[in-house]
């Protein structure tokens, strides 16, 4: 049997990520080729990619390189659709099942912290 390990490790604790911190699905296990994991978990695997290349790249060129880079520009307004989708969904529930489940789900937890017009909660964008 032939598989790569550091690519499997990868789609489980992606997979676990996902669980965990958003109650959201992946689909990142099960599969070794890319094209069939879902939008969401290709625009991950691309931002985490970039982090192990520009690691030890100086500042400046870290950041021009994820302001212009058309792929890192998709992937990143990939993963924004997708977690304003999830705090959308997260508002549509009732207050007391978001506040019973944001022990278990950190985007309940994140999205009963959102600014109510109050000014001393986060907004959206820093949810």
Known sequence: VHTDLVHQCQNLLLS?????????????I?????RQTNELAQAL????????II???PNFLSKLFFAFS???RRARATIERYVY?????ELTVNPQS?????RSSLIASLVNSLDGGDH??????EV
Not at 23 to 28: G, H, K, M, V
Not at 30 to 34: A, L, M, S
Not at 120 to 125: A, N, V, W
């Open 16 to 28: 676990i990520f996902g669980m965990i911190g958003f109650n959201y699905e992946l689909n990142a």
């Open 30 to 34: 099960d599969t070794n080729d890319q």
């Open 45 to 52: 695997r691309e931002i985490l990619g970039s982090v192990k």
């Open 55 to 57: 690691l030890y790249a």
């Open 70 to 72: 058309p792929r890192q």
């Open 85 to 89: 989708q999830m705090i959308d969904q």
């Open 98 to 102: 978001r506040a019973e489940r944001k």
């Open 120 to 125: 001393f909660g986060l907004s959206k964008e």
